[in-house]
């Protein structure tokens, strides 16, 4: 008696690519693009795995939006559009990473502070191809995926002509039929989530986003045995190709090698951590290994 294979539900995709032509679109557009993260939206998922309880009010805001997908009846992640704020260094870049790397969905960054991008959306009301296919249309087509998770920078630092671009990749009356110049294709951002930086001493025009979500970021735990350091450093080791599983690298001989021990921002919290893994990682580093606390 044959014996039925273990149900896999299917993976939901849609076709983020449209053509005027019959021709095959660039970057393979045309082809359906995969909406991840549906298998990890439930509490035990993607609100636990992004170890943000420094930050109950980002986590909050995850929480609520794997709720609403799942209540939608929607098996993917989503997350419209987040204005996140708080102090410098608080974070707001590793966050939105982190958030992408366990809903298992691209990354890509948009800064609007770029002197090329701005006079690009400055001349035409629209981001065209200065920032289109370098950044979210090339990180939807590499991993093959429609729902990517998009930071923004300097929405809180350029003109309205720069801003009235971006409304234009926001807006969802427009944003499914998003103009790609570069490639002449219209591209559907109708999946994607935004998350624009904003300091505390400036805002983003409620304008741009009308229907976003806001949430500021506390300061970063004092210390360095927290799990925002934890996250971090999976971070750098998914940067650096270590496999967390290996035992190459133990916490305690990680810890050791930190140069501080608090830190005022995660860039140099992340920074420090690289360095600590690369002098674990060394041949020679077993001899030199200090006791374990």
Not at 108 to 128: H, R
């Amino acid at each position: 008696m044959a014996t039925l294979a273990t149900f896999q539900p299917a993976t939901p995709a849609m076709i983020v690519g449209h053509g005027s032509g019959d021709e095959p679109l660039p970057l393979e557009l045309g082809e359906p693009f995969a909406l991840l993260g549906g298998d990890r939206l439930g509490p035990d998922g993607i609100p636990f795995l992004v170890m943000h309880e420094h930050q109950p009010e980002f986590l909050a805001w995850v929480r609520e939006r794997c709720a609403a997908m799942l209540v939608a009846e929607r098996p993917w992640f989503g997350g419209g559009t987040l204005i996140l704020g708080g102090v410098p260094g608080a974070g707001r870049t590793h966050a939105a990473r982190w958030l992408a790397r366990v809903a298992g969905v691209p990354h890509a960054v948009v800064n609007l502070t770029d002197p090329i991008i701005a006079a690009n959306l400055a001349a035409s009301g629209e981001v065209g191809e200065a920032i289109g296919a370098s950044s979210v249309t090339i990180a939807m087509a590499t991993a093959r995926c429609a729902n990517p998770i998009v930071t923004v920078l300097g929405a809180d630092r350029v003109g309205e002509d720069v801003l009235a671009g971006l409304n234009a990749m926001l807006d969802p009356a427009r944003c499914r039929r998003w103009r790609e110049d570069r490639l002449g294709v219209d591209v559907d951002l109708g999946e994607v989530t935004w998350v624009l930086q904003r300091d505390l001493q400036r805002g983003v025009p409620s304008w741009v986003a009308p229907e976003a979500d806001a949430v500021a970021l506390r300061p970063i735990p004092g210390g360095k045995d927290h799990v925002l350091a934890l996250s971090i450093c999976l971070e750098a080791m998914g940067d650096l190709g270590v496999d967390p599983r290996s035992g190459a690298c133990s916490w305690e001989r990680i810890s050791a090698r930190l140069s501080r021990y608090s830190y005022s921002s995660v860039k140099s919290l992340y920074a420090d951590m690289v360095n600590a893994l690369r002098e674990c990682l060394r041949p020679t580093d077993s001899r030199s290994d200090p006791e374990p606390f």
